[in-house]
């Protein structure tokens, strides 16, 4: 679980960037580990909270950047997931779970990792 405030900042060109700062908005994560590579872990991300940005600063304040995240990531890490076919951010959304507005039925709606990042995957299991 990390427990971390989060300040939104709006840089001069417009681009929003968060922080983790103690003048921010309670923010709660809790992570689980669902399997390890040799230079790599992954994740399931639980957000407590639902803050802009909140999976990709706390695993940034964390010290384990999500792979490929250009604006909050690490480059020594993100060009070794390139070697193994890495081509975008490495963040999916696997399910999301909300009342419905009239009914007030619980809806779950979930989605497959797609080929692309299983493909990923494969390639660290075997090689990395």
Excluded at 18 to 36: D, H, L
Excluded at 97 to 106: A, D, L, S, V, W
């Amino acid at each position: 679980m990390i427990k971390a405030p989060l300040l939104k900042n709006e840089l001069a060109s417009g681009e929003r960037i968060v922080r983790v700062s103690e003048e921010g908005k309670p923010s709660e994560t809790r992570f689980s580990i669902e399997e390890r590579y040799a230079n790599a872990t992954l994740v399931k991300a639980s957000p407590i909270t639902g803050r802009t940005h909140q999976i990709r600063v706390h695993t940034q304040y964390a010290g384990h950047p999500i792979a490929l995240d250009d604006k909050y990531g690490d480059a020594e890490f993100d060009s070794k997931m390139k070697e193994v076919g890495l081509q975008r951010l490495f963040l999916h959304a696997h399910a999301i779970r909300f009342e419905h507005p009239k009914t007030g039925e619980e809806m779950v709606i979930t989605a497959p990792l797609d080929k692309t990042l299983k493909g990923v995957l494969a390639k660290l299991r075997a090689n990395y």
